[in-house]
């Protein structure tokens, strides 16, 4: 009977068409022909302008980074001295930068969150706020809301003599607000590895009552546990440590307050007017993404006799995340490059370091280049990582 049966002829591979009339072929030899234009106008302008500086005497190259900065830095993480190379100096300018950048992304998204679900609340006050809110510090030029916060800081406030002062722990003058500082020992280490080991632990226990209630439908408490297991092991680190706590108390001489950590009121305007403006639009992201939520899912979720607080952090917020995380994106890209606006009230980041390290050295091109690397490394990093998040968030059909 099988052989009646003719056999099934063996298919043929493919041949490659290197013909002009392939399209691919001719895709590819665009996209080739493409890239050296560009590579070659880049060499020209590059050796066109090196060739215009060494006729005029100019002096090019990176080498100046490895030369004493000769210049002091306001404030920074870094123990900076003025007689560290440059290099040394752009990093603290990096450093800075990111500590706006990164903690004002964190604050806006937490007060735009807020701001985005009080637009949909029923309490009209609440609601009308939250409007008034957002229309008022999106339409203000985030420049004139950074001179606006600097100088509240340092005409209104007392001199630091004469500083208000919060229980004795906390004080406020016009050097910015100086507060208790926590005095490191090698114990802290240990509480450091507990806390490393509770968000471990924490993601493992979240996954683990996800995956068990798509299994079963039976929720399991997430925030508490995972706020237990946090503070439980970075407690029982800090007592496997030694429970070292001692602290440094910030405490008002003849001139200054003295001792503690500070934030300057050049630091705090720029992340206050950075947090405020930023938020804004990110209450308009999340207002727009939870308004495409179909209605439907809000009566379902009331059916089964979910709260709106359950409803909005179970079934509106996944769902709204597809369309909330790309615009997202966007908003952290402008605060991070909205950041070199520090510039306009003296906050050391990394245009203020380059264009002090411009004056000095003279080497413009080089410094100019130095800032385009920088934000155009933060900006693709940034956007790698909230492309990952994207892609984690999506929703998958099955």
């Not at 007689?83 to 903690?103: E, H, Q, S």
């Not at 009308?128 to 001179?147: D, M, S």
């Not at 003058?173 to 090698?186: D, H, I, R, T, Y």
Request: proline share 5%.
């Amino acid at each position: 009977m099988s052989g009646l049966i003719p056999a099934r002829p063996a298919r043929a591979a493919p041949r490659r068409n290197f013909s002009w009339r392939s399209r691919r072929l001719r895709s590819v030899v665009y996209q080739v022909l493409a890239v050296a234009l560009i590579a070659l106008l880049v060499w020209l302008l590059i050796g066109n302008t090196l060739n215009n500086m060494r006729l005029r005497g100019i002096q090019s190259g990176f080498d100046f980074l490895f030369q004493p900065a000769g210049f002091d830095i306001g404030e920074g993480w870094l123990n900076y001295d003025p007689v560290n190379p440059y290099w040394k100096a752009f990093l603290v300018g990096l450093l800075n930068t990111l500590r706006v950048a990164v903690i004002g992304c964190v604050l806006s998204t937490v007060l735009g969150t807020l701001l985005g679900i009080g637009r949909f609340s029923h309490n009209a006050l609440v609601r009308e706020l939250c409007y008034g809110y957002v229309e008022l510090f999106r339409n203000i030029p985030v420049l004139l809301q950074l001179l606006m916060w600097y100088l509240l800081f340092i005409e209104y406030l007392p001199p630091a003599n004469e500083a208000l002062g919060i229980g004795q722990l906390v004080f406020l003058s016009k050097n910015g607000v100086s507060f208790p500082s926590l005095m490191w020992e090698p114990g802290h280490w240990l509480a450091l590895a507990g806390l490393a080991l509770g968000c471990i632990a924490g993601f493992g226990y979240a996954r683990f009552a996800r995956a068990r209630f798509e299994r079963t439908g039976r929720p399991l408490p997430v925030a508490s546990v995972v706020v237990l297991l946090l503070t439980g092991l970075t407690w029982l680190g800090w007592l496997a440590g030694g429970a070292p706590a001692q602290f440094d108390y910030p405490s008002i001489s003849e001139l200054q307050v003295e001792g503690g950590s500070a934030l300057s009121p050049e630091y705090m305007a720029v992340l206050l007017g950075l947090v405020l403006y930023t938020s804004a639009f990110v209450a308009e992201v999340v207002r727009a993404g939870i308004a495409s939520v179909p209605l439907g899912q809000h009566e379902a979720s009331a059916s089964i006799g979910l709260s709106r607080a359950r409803t909005m952090r179970l079934i509106v917020l996944p769902q709204a995340l597809r369309l909330i995380i790309p615009p997202l994106t966007n908003q952290y890209l402008n605060l991070t490059k909205n950041s070199s606006l520090a510039v306009a009230v003296g906050y050391p980041e990394v245009v203020s370091i380059a264009n002090t390290s411009l004056n000095q050295s003279g080497r413009a091109v080089e410094c100019i280049a130095i800032i385009m690397g920088v934000y155009l490394t933060l900006s693709l990093g940034t956007s790698v990582l909230m492309n990952w998040f994207n892609r984690r968030a999506a929703i998958r059909e099955r």
